[in-house]
């Protein structure tokens, strides 16, 4: 017994158990450094206020009052009230409510229009032994190199009859030669696999086309009918080109006529009175708005279909 306490005094207590040490997060090379980031958000600060700033004041322009807009010289940052006279008497009547009646048409039919043609014509060039497909496909990719001239496209237009009509500023950029690669290459990534079991049940390609083909396509046809929307909603130089009677002129070409040019609205133009008529600027300004806005209220609804639509149809091009 007296051994044993003996050894078991001199045996060695054993060594207490350490806790391990934190791990570490592993740092992330590619992050960028303080000061880099602190730049990178002010460069992104001062680009967003140098866009917002200008279209701030714009709307201010339009509804501040008339003795604010003569004092600022015809740019108000901070109106010190609100007055809605610029708009209430665009709507009034008159040359600019006229024109924006055009350009709600033309953007709504145009649209229309570009949307069908496009998308049938870019199905047809997808699907392999389709009729005249290569030839057809080589005249898309040539429009995108070779841009014809102002006095052959005049000429067209002029031999059709088009001249002074509304369908002058929808069938000349009724196709575009862009838009239809985009739509081709994302009806070729459809699977051949439903088409084709659609074609064993008994369907044609209208109706592949229709039931099938469409459905899938959502998120293209959005992106590219805002593209056709835009394009006619902005667009001017063809009814510069081939409108002459006023009544029909679209909303841009006002614009251009009467706020880049900087020609003056009168009365007879508005559809009022020379004496109840606001300020230029005022009115200026508000067109300026009533030329913005549609875009920026269509554009957050499809801006989501943006990605899929646009980087689907470029990838697999």
Not at 88 to 107: E, H, K, M, N, R
Not at 155 to 174: Q, R
Not at 191 to 216: K, M, N, T
Not at 275 to 281: F, K, R, S, V
Request: charge should be positive; hydrophobic fraction near 50%.
């Amino acid at each position: 017994m007296i051994e044993t306490s003996e050894r078991s005094a001199r045996t060695p207590g054993r060594p207490k158990q350490q806790k391990p040490a934190p791990r570490r997060r592993p740092r992330n090379l590619d992050a960028p450094a303080m000061p880099v980031r602190v730049l990178k958000g002010i460069a992104l600060t001062v680009i967003c206020a140098l866009v917002i700033i200008p279209f701030f004041g714009i709307l201010s322009t339009s509804i501040a009052t008339p003795d604010q807009v003569t004092d600022a010289g015809g740019f108000v940052l901070w109106p010190e009230g609100i007055d809605l006279t610029a708009y209430t008497t665009l709507f009034a009547g008159g040359v600019v409510t006229q024109a924006i009646w055009v350009s709600i048409g033309v953007t709504a039919v145009g649209t229309l229009v570009s949307l069908v043609g496009s998308t049938m014509l870019a199905y047809s060039l997808s699907r392999p032994g389709s009729f005249g497909q290569k030839p057809i496909l080589m005249l898309v990719l040539v429009t995108l190199l070779i841009a014809p001239g102002l006095i052959p496209n005049y000429l067209v237009v002029k031999e059709f009859g088009l001249l002074d009509t509304y369908w002058a500023l929808i069938i000349p950029t009724a196709i575009n030669g862009f838009n239809i690669v985009v739509l081709r290459a994302f009806f070729m990534g459809i699977p051949q696999e439903l088409i084709d079991s659609a074609r064993i049940d008994g369907a044609g390609e209208f109706a592949i086309f229709w039931r099938v083909v469409l459905p899938l396509s959502r998120a293209v046809l959005a992106v590219i009918g805002l593209f056709y929307a835009v394009g006619y909603w902005n667009a001017f130089f063809n009814a510069l080109l081939y409108i002459t009677d006023t009544a029909k002129w679209p909303l841009q070409l006002v614009l251009r006529t009467y706020v880049v040019k900087n020609a003056e609205l009168g009365g007879a133009d508005l559809g009022t009175s020379t004496d109840q008529l606001p300020p230029q600027a005022s009115i200026q300004m508000a067109i300026l708005v009533i030329s913005i806005v549609p875009i920026l209220i269509a554009y957050p609804f499809l801006q989501r279909h943006f990605a899929k639509g646009m980087l689907t149809g470029a990838v697999k091009g």
